[in-house]
């Protein structure tokens, strides 16, 4: 993700703060480590996210950012400044490159696999031992030991270097001690000779030493170890697509005035005071001020309000908003970082990097268990020496312990269960990103639910219509419909929508006028026609009618004809059907329902209302920073909070809240800010995925839980010499198939 505030000038306590690109970083557990050395440093406070491989650093006026990325590489990673944002390619149809280290990851395994496959099923069913065989084994499972585990040996002898020890230190001793001692028995032992086979035994023993081989341990652990990379790997490259999706609402180019003239030039050409054109349909380029014309603006992606606002001469628009109606000329008062366009993206990248860390069980508990394991596999071999002089039986006894307490198991654990889980949440149109939203949903007590588009439709619709004394309620929306036919405000729109849907076909117009900020009038079948705010009395019925439907939340409009008003017809933002069967399921997990929202408090009670949710739990009028900060008071209060929202003003909150629920049928930006991704638009999946995310994750505790024990208990096993590395191997192998198995349970789930 390209950073949008690479480095900020400094505060009034002098500090000053940089965004570094950490690179090298293999587990949570390295970015805990470059944390705490940079926190190290007199009056530098630093957050490291692992998902965004970021570090957000205060610093004083002592330091420098050089002397910030030498203590990074001194720990032993990589670190630079972001790299200035560069333009977006000219071509629609060009595709965003795969990652490289996606791409690293998946041919490592693929071949790895290939290679490994052979070896294990040579290894483990002793029919398959032709003559021979073992030299076969020796060859396939050399490029897998040497080149596929080289991220792993890599990373040990950095950690190594650096006093440390991570699941990479255990993979890399556990395979190169295996296939060190592979090479021994084949070349100066027993085991490279012609008509050799495999044989289980329970136990060491002197025989068995020189004449059993451990290549299908050392290649299978790597494969296995990949496939879970690989998987972390793919869900990382999407930690940084909400900023990019976000950017790339705004306009490409602008058509700027220069002397009279209209110049289409790139928007970041713009400068402050220039005067640019909106034509209808198009997007307003940056912040502005509107110098001439009228038109209505849909802000609804930036402000969260369902109906379009009415902008004429000296009315600000924003960028990015789109314009419904006539031409404007806006003249740009704010451009590049300082947009509101801009000011959101910042607001979604700091509240990614301000995301408490959930670092993984396996790489908190792998912290201790690795240096432990290694210091009882040196143990073992100096108790078996001193004890019976045999440096065999010393040697096998070691190498079984570490085998056994090789992590496959404790790799598959997690991206097993994620991968089913989230292959089935597919299948019911949710979209799981990572392990770190499991946690979030077993916490979360309350739910804020944005209104337009998440528990509305998002678009304006026909819903009452009420004539007066001695009108027909036809006769009103027929001649309603027909001149509204002619605008394009959405509100107009709706209304013609509407009345072709209940009335059928709708007559011509003649004389159309549009009357900027007030209605629209024309004639139709003989009679003058006005529609909107073109009356100076209503009648008391119709006052009536109209202020019952403000009240509701609706938008009025006043219909009549021949001068007197006849009619008011109601539009409203319309509840989905199954919203408020939604709600119940919501409350059934526990879970406290509440609306937030950019329309006005009427329209936010009369929705409550719809869904039942309770009044008092309900946040109206509310600007896209102010979403971020109502849902930080809930917070502060104590609450683990879940967002739903579907618009681009909801990607902030999404991203700040503990869990972040993104309607599918919404924009990219709020897509990418959210944990879950709601793909088929209906509310009642919201409570479906918050189930299938704790099923999830109890299973992926489950395989920890199986991992971890599997391993404390044979350790002693394989120390006392009650356990053959081939016991060990074949141990091992379960401990992945239980875990698989245990993971494709939840394909069950309904």
Sequence with gaps: MTSTTAHTPADQDGHSEVELLIGGMTCASCAARVEKKLNRMDGVTATVNFATEKAKVSYPAGVRIADLIATVVKTGYTAEEPAPPRPEPESAGETTPEDPELAAYRQRFTVSALLAAPVVLMSMIPALQFDDWQWLALTLASPVVVWGALPFHRAAWTNARHGAATMDTLVSVGTLAAFT??????????????????????????????????????????????????????????????LRALMELGAKDVAVLRGGREVRVPVSRLAVGDRFVVRPGEKIATDGTVVEGTSAVDASMLTGESV?????????????????????????????????????????????????????????????????VIGIAVATFGGWL??????????????????????????????TALMVGTGRGAQLGILIKGPEVLESTRRVDTVVLDKTGTVTTGRMTL????????????????????????????????????????????PEVEAFENVPGRGVRGRVEGLEVAVGRLFEELPAELARAKDEAERDGRTAVVVGWDGVARGVVAVADAVKETSAEAVRELRALGLTPMLLTGDNRAVAQAVARAVGIDPGDVIAEVLPEDKVDAVRRLQAEGRSVAMVGDGVNDAAALATADLGLAMGTGTDAAIEAGDLTLVRGDLRVAADAIRLSRRTLSTIKGNLVWAFGYNVAALPLAAAGLLNPMIAGAAMAFSSVFVVTNSLRLRTFR
């Design 181 to 242: 001692w592979s090479l021994w028995a084949l070349f100066f032992g027993d085991a490279g000779m012609t008509g050799m086979h495999d044989e289980f035994g329970f136990t060491v023993s002197r025989a068995q030493g020189t004449s059993t081989i451990y290549l299908e341990v050392a290649s299978g652990v790597v494969a296995f170890i990949l496939l879970g990379r690989f998987l972390e790997a793919r869900s990382k490259r999407r930690a940084g697509a909400a």
């Design 463 to 506: 819903q009452e219509v009420y004539a007066a004394d001695g009108a027909d309620e036809k006769q009103v929306l027929r001649l309603a419909g027909a001149v509204e036919h002619a605008s394009e405000h959405p509100v107009a729109r709706a209304v013609a929508a509407g009345a072709e849907e209940r009335v059928g076909r709708l």
């Design 386 to 415: 001193g004890a019976t002089g045999d440096t065999v039986a010393a040697f096998t006894a070691a190498v079984a312990v570490l085998i056994i307490a090789c992590p496959c198991a404790l790799g598959l654990a997690t991206p």
């Design 308 to 372: 379009p606002v009415d902008v004429t001469v000296g009315d600000a628009v924003t960028g990015a908003t789109v314009n419904a109606g006539g031409r404007l000329v806006v003249e740009a008062t704010r451009v590049g970082a300082d947009t509101q366009l801009a000011r959101m993206a910042r607001l979604v990248e700091d509240a990614q990097n301000g995301k408490a860390e959930v670092q993984r069980l396996a790489d908190r508990i792998s912290a201790v268990f690795v240096p432990v």
